[in-house]
């Protein structure tokens, strides 16, 4: 592993400080360590692990793409700029609408990266659901079932039009479909 990952999960650590998870309430870093770490598994090239560790961090925290791009490179902040929001205080449609539309026009990589963060967003949704029920687990949501359906079925259609035959499109797809069923 390459210093630049080190430097950035302690960066990442620092960002996050004192940040919780939605459904699991677990300090919010484990969710970009799994992140990175699901990359490492799919074999992703090192800029995509390190974003991945930071694809939060301009979204969630104070740092911006300028921070990333000084410090990481600026093919790691290319990166978390496809998957970022630019702008939390628009609607939750919108923002998704962005996500979508900045994956088709961004790179290959930023699909996997992306992949491998709602991949881990989808495993904890369903450890919650066993844990406490379909009702539940919709309720913790802003936007219940179907729009999440629709947002995470958007990204894998992205991935499957993409990278048909990519380990990471098979398991994303998989999980999706634990989750909300097959089709």
């Keep these: 592993m390459s210093e630049r990952l080190f430097d950035a999960i302690e960066f990442a650590a620092r960002a996050h400080r004192g940040q919780l998870r939605k459904l699991t309430r677990a300090p919010y870093l484990i969710h970009p360590l799994a992140v990175a770490e699901t990359l490492i598994l799919w074999q992703a090239a090192e800029a995509v692990v390190v974003a991945g560790v930071l694809h ?61 963060d709602k991949l881990d967003n989808v495993r904890s949704m369903l450890v919650a659901r ?39 499109t098979r398991d994303y797809a998989r999980a999706v479909e634990a989750l909300f069923g097959a089709g």
């Excluded at 104070?62 to 290319?78: E, H, M, N, Q, Y």
């Design 56 to 116: 939060d961090t301009v979204e969630d925290t104070d740092a911006t793409l300028a921070d990333l791009a000084t410090r990481f490179g600026p093919d790691v902040a290319a990166l978390v700029e496809v998957v970022s929001e630019p702008d939390k205080a628009l609607p939750w449609e919108a923002r998704k609408e962005h996500t979508l539309a900045s994956l088709r026009q961004g790179p290959l990589e930023a699909v996997q990266l992306a992949c491998a």
């Design 130 to 168: 066993e844990a406490d029920g379909e009702a539940a687990l919709w309720a913790g949501f802003k936007r219940g079932r179907d729009a999440q359906r629709w947002y995470l079925g958007g990204v894998l259609d992205l991935a499957r039009a993409r990278a048909p035959e990519a380990r990471w």
